[in-house]
C-alpha cells in the first residue's frame, strides 16, 4: 500500500517561509514522480509543482514561479515545496500526490496515491 505523509505546515506571517516534507512508502520512490497541489475552502485543487523521479527536472505554477520550489531526497523516500516570501492567499491545505511513473504532470488526475494534506495558514 502507497503512503504518503506531509509535514511542514503550521501558521507563518506574511513574508515568512515554510519548508514542507512529504515521505512515501510502498513504491519504488525514486521511479515515481511527484507533485504539491493546495486546495483552499470553497475552491478547487490547484497545482502547485511537479517533480520528475530522478529530480532533473521540474515544474511550478505560474503564480508561484520564484516563491515556491520543490525538490526531492531519493535516498529519504522524500519530497520538499519550499515555500518563501508567503502571503495570505497561499492559506490552504497541500497536499503531496504520487505517480506511477517517472515523467511529471500537472493535472490531479494523473497521479493515483495522495497524502492527508498539511495546512498551511498565512496571517499577521
Known amino acids: 500500500q502507497v503512503q504518503l505523509v506531509e509535514s511542514g505546515g503550521g501558521l507563518v506571517q506574511p513574508g515568512g517561509s515554510l519548508r514542507l516534507s512529504c515521505t512515501a512508502s510502498?513504491?519504488?520512490?525514486?521511479?515515481?514522480?511527484m507533485a504539491w497541489f493546495r486546495q483552499a475552502p470553497g475552491k478547487e485543487r490547484e497545482f502547485q509543482a511537479a517533480?520528475?523521479?530522478?529530480?532533473?527536472?521540474?515544474v511550478h505554477a505560474d503564480s508561484e514561479k520564484g516563491r515556491f520550489t520543490i525538490s526531492r531526497d531519493n535516498a529519504k523516500n522524500t519530497v520538499y515545496l519550499q515555500m518563501n516570501s508567503l502571503k495570505p492567499e497561499d492559506t490552504a491545505v497541500y497536499y503531496c500526490?504520487?505517480?506511477?511513473?517517472?515523467?511529471?504532470?500537472?493535472?490531479?488526475?494523473?497521479?493515483?496515491?495522495w497524502g492527508q494534506g498539511t495546512q498551511v495558514t498565512v496571517s499577521s
Open positions: 500526490a504520487t505517480r506511477n511513473g517517472c515523467y511529471l504532470k500537472t493535472g490531479a488526475n494523473d497521479y493515483d496515491y
Open positions: 510502498g513504491r519504488t520512490f525514486s521511479s515515481a514522480a
Open positions: 517533480i520528475n523521479c530522478r529530480g532533473g527536472g521540474s
